[in-house]
T-cell receptor, first 113, second 115 residues
């Protein structure tokens, strides 16, 4: 049962524009949400996270928004750069099971010049 | 600080054999989690160790096992390999205390191919 879903397998954006990656979840017990970026032949790299008690967190070009009522979060990248081209994974965690992340299937972002 | 390291990076085994993968966490991190990544299933949680004890376990058969040593280094073992075990095996470490308790930092993975 996929508790974290990324329904768009791919997204293509022009350099300089905004990239918006979406994620939905089904388990209301999740306390924390994270985004990871993954290049081929490498492990996922942590990008940004947000606690369930917040609705927005920002770090440089990356902003994550959380809508708890809709069980939806999104990652905004502004401005997008060609080096951002990678697979982006959304993940969720529960306080009762520290050490376990639930991942979405990922979205391949391509930023073209 | 050095990142998470995994050895070996690549491995080719035959069906029926067993394999052991190793993971060294970031210094000071006491939690080590293991994940399997396949094209069909994405990133699936295997298990997590904290202070040498398995604290969480995913839905994998008993052929998949692990352990953690007193220096927090961890190993996972897969016995009686099947073709379907071909995957990227990722190890992640975390601090599990304070603000960043949920954040996991991944190693580069071990690519296992079973023939």
């Amino acid at each position: 049962d996929q508790q974290v879903k990324q329904n768009s397998p791919s997204l293509s954006v022009q350099e300089g524009r905004i990239s918006i990656l979406n994620c939905d979840y089904t388990n209301s017990m999740f306390d924390y949400f994270l985004w990871y970026k993954k290049y081929p032949a490498e492990g996922p790299t942590f990008l940004i996270s947000i606690s369930s008690i917040k609705d927005k967190n920002e770090d440089g070009r990356f902003t994550v928004f959380l809508n708890k009522s809709a069980k939806h979060l999104s990652l905004h990248i502004v401005p997008s750069q060609p080096g951002d081209s990678a697979v982006y994974f959304c993940a969720a965690a529960r306080g009762s099971t520290l050490g376990r992340l639930y991942f979405g299937r990922g979205t391949q972002l391509t930023v073209w010049p | 600080k050095a990142g998470v390291t995994q050895t070996p990076r690549y491995l080719i085994k035959t069906r029926g054999q067993q394999v052991t993968l190793s993971c060294s966490p970031i210094s000071g991190h006491r939690s080590v989690s293991w994940y399997q990544q396949t094209p069909g299933q994405g990133l699936q949680f295997l298990f997590e160790y904290f202070s040498e004890t398995q604290r969480n376990k995913g839905n994998f058969p008993g052929r998949f096992s692990g352990r953690q040593f007193s220096n927090s280094r961890s190993e996972m073992n897969v016995s009686t390999l099947e073709l379907g075990d071909s995957a990227l095996y990722l190890c992640a470490s975390s601090n599990t205390v304070g603000q960043g308790a949920f954040e996991q930092y991944f190693g580069p993975g071990t690519r296992l191919t079973v023939t």
